[in-house]
């Protein structure tokens, strides 16, 4: 009888309390497609790279990460897979003001930094709007508007035609030809930066055939 009795508790314990944590918890790995999907994702390489920004030579949490980290080019992580060759950012920036220089050596900050949606942080990743939003900010002390509609709609300085652009100015596209969907900066040479989407990170792309396609109008702040 007490055997029963015993087996009918633990039958029980387990019914309320075991196997509902067994099932959330199985049901987060469903949700990620698989634990091994997620594992298998995970790039080590990364990992160790951002590791060494946020934990300082002597092990502590570097306070200062992000905004007084400097990338180091000749990495060979940064140059493999974020910057690929020298010619990613081939702007000569000789005879642009002070101000747009700024601009372009802050955005290059963010290289390889992943695509969030909504967010504006370089630690958990840009958006389009949130990345162009945070260089300016940076760079300039610039505040532009949340989101990519109201940077074009109410951004400050005056809209321009693409051949009109210059280093630093904002570019806005359209991919449904109705409404602004998408933000970058001009570097010049006929190319941008920008975050593109989910799954890309921050990177410099040319303004090819597909962006003029969907090119609305740039805007510049800065004269």
Known sequence: MKKIILNIVMAGLFMNFIYPEIQFQFDKIKLNESLANMLSEININELDFYS???????GNLNENFPEKRSYNYSNNLLKNNFLNNKELLPVSIKNTSEARRKILNESKKYLGIPYAFGSKDPVTGFDCSGFVSYVYKKSINYVL???????????????????????GDLMFF?????SISHVGIYVGEEKFIHAPRTGRRIS???VGRYWKKRFVKGRSILK
Request: aromatic residues 10%; glycine residues 14%; charged residues 30%.
């Open 52 to 58: 060494e920004k946020l934990i300082d030579d002597f």
């Open 145 to 167: 508007p949340k989101g990519s509609k109201y940077q074009f709609s109410s951004g400050g300085g005056v809209l321009i035609n693409y051949e009109e652009l210059q280093p």
């Open 174 to 178: 359209s991919h449904n030809g109705k």
């Open 204 to 206: 410099v792309d040319e």
